[in-house]
């Protein structure tokens, strides 16, 4: 692995772990020649992923894309980075196992909606309202009226009265 400070093609792996639940190995380098300290991830790719933009184009997935849109909505959001790094590995291997050769857009924006509506209800509404490009408040408004109903038809469901 080539020292991002110095650019030396060699460094050292100075301890080895598993992240998300397996699923990810972390490892903290170091540079023999500058002695600059560096983390870096493995994970599992199963297949090339790629996507389908509405204007009919086909581009490389990019996990470090998805990863900066949903770090925009639970931006000042009390979450954990190990949740939101699940949250993401989540996406992608469920994106991964469709089978699919290509995503669309749109499939991705939904799969993302999900998993951050069971994270955290913020998070979800602002994402929606870029996914869905929100033009009134109203559309604010029936999103979180959709929440809404969503959580009384949870704890009705819970309620065994």
Not at 7 to 16: M, R, Y
Not at 154 to 160: I, M
């Given at each position: 692995?080539?020292?991002?400070?110095c650019?030396?093609?060699?460094?050292?792996?100075?301890?080895?772990r598993p992240v998300e639940d397996g699923a990810s190995i972390r490892r903290r380098r170091a540079c023999p020649d500058c002695g600059g300290r560096f983390t870096t991830y493995e994970r599992v790719q199963l297949r090339d992923l790629m996507v389908r933009?509405?204007?009919?184009?086909?581009?490389?997935?990019?996990?470090?894309?998805?990863?900066?849109?949903?770090?925009?909505?639970l931006r000042k959001r009390p979450i954990e980075p190990e949740r939101v790094e699940r949250l993401i590995s989540g996406v992608v291997r469920r994106l991964e196992q469709s089978g699919e050769p290509e995503i669309s857009t749109e499939?991705?924006?939904l799969t993302v909606m999900d998993a951050l509506k069971q994270l955290d209800d913020v998070a979800y509404v602002r994402f929606a309202s870029v996914y869905r490009d929100f033009?009134?408040?109203?559309?604010?408004?029936?999103v979180v009226n959709e929440l809404a109903r969503g959580a009384e038809t949870?704890?009705?469901?819970?309620?065994?009265a």
């Open positions: 692995m080539r020292c991002p400070y650019g030396s093609q060699d460094s050292q792996v100075k301890d080895s933009k509405r204007s009919g184009r086909v581009v490389a997935f990019e996990r470090d894309k998805l990863a900066r849109s949903v770090s925009v909505a499939t991705i924006g033009g009134a408040a109203k559309d604010f408004t029936d949870a704890e009705n469901d819970e309620d065994p």
